[in-house]
């Protein structure tokens, strides 16, 4: 490529991001070209019913991958690789499952590979954690990665809807797919979060590596009851480095109203990531829409013309673990008789789970309690709930939702 000529870009996939990147380009061109001195111009765009691989592969510079899953995705893009192209995605579940594989190819054949907008959207937390951050030992990346999860707890907060209802909602609002499991299940927030674990810590992490919770079981009422704690839902992705091993988490989370993560509503994500060198930083800001996408793929275009390459190469190997403190909220449905009270505060106080505050509320013949705890391992807390869900006096099962303190 000489400093003169165009910079040839191909897409693959003319969806909602595609169809949207390929519009920016012919708007953008003049600035993309002022910012880098290269000018984009479009080389060809591959669908389904359109185009040809490997015509576009022979005549582009660059290869944007905008077509989603794995296959064909992840040939295309290690075709582009080892061809010697510069590669953008978008493509989450490709960087997660594939990372090591394309990593290794884009390093071999000293080529870019940016994925930008395959976390949170248009927020620039890739590029935070790998590129104005790459030699600060980050403690805790976590955040809302998810943005159809946030839009469905914060209409079920704000209007007492049902869970069904506020994703009918969602999805008739385009924030939710026909099929949302992998959004409401937790699995689309795992995938961002093995990769941002991976940047933040500098080692390999596998999707098997991520557990993960999602909101299908949230009742109106946790909600309800919630706000009288002060809490407010969010689908959390947690990722934290504790004594040379890490741990992965995607599960539903109270958090106190001062936590900064609290007022991030509808389908905004946000992303925080911590170390004793820099306290925090926060970003928020739109998780998906075609536009927005779009924006953070001609960014990572720019990139590769300013010609900084982060280096993808795992500096250690932190094992995994579960062994893991929360606070938690805790919800029983009981037989309102004396001693129920004290025969739970003996099963909590048995397996050093302490409360921190609880709420009765009589139902006729039955009560509810709803309490909060103090931090305790989780492992403690599991075996409680168990003892719990076993005792003659309970109404259903406990329900039981990660809680995080107030914001220190
Ligand atoms: N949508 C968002 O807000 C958003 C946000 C962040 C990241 N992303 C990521 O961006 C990527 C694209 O998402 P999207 O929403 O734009 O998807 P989309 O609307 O479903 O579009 C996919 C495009 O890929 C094409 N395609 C599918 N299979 C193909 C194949 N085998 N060969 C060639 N082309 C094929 C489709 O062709 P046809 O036109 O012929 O159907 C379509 O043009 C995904 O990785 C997604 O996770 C999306």
């Not at 996939?13 to 600035?31: H, K, S, Y």
């Not at 992840?74 to 499952?97: I, M, P």
């Not at 394309?102 to 935070?128: D, N, S």
């Not at 805790?330 to 789970?353: K, Q, S, W």
């Amino acid at each position: 490529m000489s400093a003169a000529e165009p910079v040839r870009i191909g897409v693959l996939g003319r969806g909602t991001v595609g169809a949207a990147f390929e519009e920016m380009i012919g708007e953008r061109a003049a600035a993309v070209e002022a910012a880098t001195g290269r000018r984009p111009d479009l080389s060809g765009v591959l669908t389904t019913s359109e185009g040809d691989f490997d015509e576009i592969l022979a005549g582009s510079d660059i290869v944007v991958e905008l077509i989603g899953g794995t296959d064909p995705a992840r040939d295309y893009v290690l075709r582009a690789l080892s061809d010697g192209k510069h590669v953008v995605t978008a493509n989450k579940q490709l960087v997660a499952q594939h990372g090591d594989e394309l990593f290794a190819a884009a390093r071999e054949a000293g080529v870019q590979l940016r994925f930008e907008a395959a976390v949170a959207g248009v927020i620039p937390v890739i590029r935070v954690i790998q590129e104005s951050l790459p030699a600060v030992e980050l403690t805790r990346v976590f955040g809302i990665v998810n943005g159809t999860t946030n839009y469905i707890l914060t209409e079920m907060a704000r209007t007492g809807a049902s869970y069904e209802d506020a994703l009918g909602q969602a999805q008739e609002l385009g924030y939710a797919e026909a099929d949302p499991s992998d959004d409401v299940g937790g699995a689309d927030a795992a995938a961002k979060m093995a990769i941002l674990a991976r940047l933040a810590f500098h080692t390999p992490v596998r999707l098997e590596d991520v557990t993960f919770e999602g909101i299908e079981a949230i009742a109106p009422d946790d909600l309800e009851y919630a706000k009288q704690f002060g809490l407010s839902l969010k689908l959390l992705g947690v990722a934290e480095r504790h004594d040379g091993e890490i741990s992965v988490r995607v599960f539903p989370c109270f958090l106190y109203s001062g936590h900064p993560l609290a007022p991030v509503s509808g389908p905004f994500n946000a992303v925080m990531v911590e170390s004793p060198s820099i306290t925090e930083i926060t970003m928020s800001g739109p998780g998906a829409g075609g536009t927005e996408t779009a924006a953070a793929v001609l960014g990572d275009v720019v990139s590769i013309l300013a010609g900084d390459a982060p280096v993808h190469e795992p500096r250690e190997e932190l094992a995994v673990t579960r062994d893991l403190t929360s606070a938690f909220y805790l919800h029983l449905e009981v037989a309102d008789r004396p001693g129920v009270l004290a025969t739970v505060a003996d099963v909590l106080g048995r397996n050093e789970v302490s409360v921190r505050s609880v709420v009765q509320w009589g139902l006729g013949e039955d009560a509810r309690l709803v309490m909060v705890m103090h931090d305790c391992r989780e492992a403690n807390f599991d075996a409680a709930l168990e003892e719990l869900g076993g005792l003659d006096f309970m109404r259903s099962q406990p329900r039981a939702i990660r809680v995080i303190e107030e914001f220190a």
